[in-house]
């Protein structure tokens, strides 16, 4: 119940597509679900986050789609970028706790 | 506004030597935790402070790690001894109280051969 599972490991999109990273949750606990971006040899970055009494939270080229009765959550990156290449991690928490995090999915884009 | 700042970068031990990592939070961050991030997996909490009290701990493998908040700001994460599994990034992130968003600091790679 502690799991976040996250798809695909790996994903290429060409330059100007749209990247979609999916993630699964069982634990109706959590109240707060963010994405990270990791760059080699970096810390997590928190791009954006989304807590569970909104369907879509947007933020510029970065959309977070939440369905609350499937237990999932996508990000979708609009206009993909070579720069948005990097390792790309959903998670969840409650109460403002710890953070589970997924297993990661690495993008890389085409120019 | 400075980030969480973490030292050493790298770390290179022999197994069954001490090590520490030192971590200092975003100024006016109450909230400090360690994670441990294996090769190619998403980070995975060791322990979290508010101020200086450890509020969980569950995930520390206390036989062998340690860590202290002593005046509630800097924190210090030790392992001893250490073992070839423990080769992994460990990140110390922050946060304001009872706030949910953590910021990661560069982390600390840690090679035990």
């Known amino acids: 119940q502690q799991q976040v599972k996250q798809s695909p490991q790996s994903l290429i999109v060409q330059k100007g597509g749209i990247s979609i990273i999916n993630c699964a949750y069982e634990?109706?606990?959590?109240?707060?679900f963010p994405w990270y971006q990791q760059f080699p040899g970096k810390g997590p970055a928190l791009l954006i986050a989304?807590?569970?009494?909104?369907s879509e939270k947007k933020e510029g080229r970065f959309t977070i789609s939440f369905n609350k009765s499937a237990k999932q959550f996508s990000l979708h990156i609009m206009d993909s970028q070579p720069g948005d290449s990097a390792t790309y991690f959903c998670?969840?928490?409650?109460?403002?706790?710890?953070?589970?995090f997924g297993q990661g999915t690495r993008l890389t884009i085409n120019p | 506004e400075a980030g969480v700042v973490q030292s050493p970068r790298y770390k290179i031990i022999e197994k069954k030597q001490p090590v520490a990592f030192w971590c200092n939070p975003i100024?006016?961050?109450?909230?400090l935790y360690w994670y441990l991030q294996n090769l190619g997996q998403g980070p995975e909490l060791l322990i979290r402070y508010e101020n200086e009290e450890a509020v969980d701990d569950s995930q520390l493998p206390k036989d062998r790690f340690s860590a202290e908040r002593l005046k509630g700001v800097d924190s210090t994460l030790k392992i001893q001894p250490a073992e070839l599994g423990d080769s992994a990034v460990y990140l110390c992130?922050?946060?304001?109280?009872?706030?949910?968003?953590?910021?990661f600091g560069p982390g600390t790679r840690l090679t035990v051969t």
């Open positions: 998670a969840a928490s409650w109460g403002a706790q710890k953070l589970v």
């Open positions: 989304i807590r569970p009494d909104v």
């Open positions: 992130a922050s946060s304001k109280n009872h706030d949910y968003e953590q910021y």
């Open positions: 634990n109706t606990a959590f109240d707060y």
């Open positions: 100024s006016g961050h109450n909230t």
